[in-house]
């Protein structure tokens, strides 16, 4: 008899714990979260308030990708994914996927996937508003420039556009814009979109100007891990959507309208 008690409870104990199992199982089941990258310190694009929520266009992207993956807005984990980092959280798989401002580019595809793109930025310049000696790139050469280490701005600056400029990397795009304000920077570069988002800042505005160079091209993707092939076309399939449905749009007017920016169209996805 007490064998039989036994055995039954052991069943019991066992149907329960297959059936929390089964509920914690595939994606966006409940109590389950996903872990997404983002920039905590870019308006318009990737910025934690000081409330605690988070804001941006690439807020909006992994937001509504997550969806298509069967997560709600309340099962996202933000994580901060500064320039530099974006690689390493990928690989040790701190995050599901980064969105990020995150440039497609051949050195990073030996690194890491991507699908997309989802947006096309351009290299831009931010001046002071009263700056006139800066109109093309190779008037760097001269000038204290300012960027972000990991960019794909600061390399194009050292390599192509302006080698002798005395460029100072830092850790934020923050940082770069106080040096910028006080003058002990001349011009930070990275891309338009960026740019503008900042230069739309209500402490900001008046006081600085883009020159309008477009100096590359920049094409956003979202970061995946090497060889998860499965998750890129989900999110391509995501983002294709979003494009056609017309989120995109909404996004844009809502996170970059404010900064008059006018962004090229969605381009074509071609990371497959």
Known sequence: MQFR???????????????????GSGSGSDGDKITIGIKFDQPGWGLKTPD??????????????????GYDADQIEWKQAPSAERENLIKNGDVKFVAATYTINEKRKAVVDFAGPYFLAHQDLLVRADESSITKAED?????LCSVTGSTSAQNVKEKLAPKADLLEQGGYSE????????TVDALTTDDSILAGYAAQDQYKGKFKLTGLK??????????????????????????KMTSDG?????VEK???PAAYKPEPAPAITEK
């Open 5 to 23: 008690k036994t055995s039954a409870a052991l069943a019991a104990v066992l149907t329960l714990s297959l059936t929390a199992t089964a509920c």
């Open 52 to 69: 605690g929520k988070y804001t941006g266009f690439d807020v909006d992207v992994a937001t509504y990708v997550a969806k298509e993956l």
């Open 140 to 144: 760097l050469n001269t000038k204290k």
């Open 176 to 183: 770069c814009l106080s040096g910028l304000e006080k003058g």
């Open 215 to 240: 100096l590359s091209d920049e094409p956003y993707g979202i970061g995946l891990k090497k060889g998860d092939t499965e998750l890129r076309e989900k999110v391509n399939a995501a983002l294709e």
């Open 247 to 251: 989120s995109w749009d909404k996004f």
């Open 255 to 257: 996170n970059l309208g």
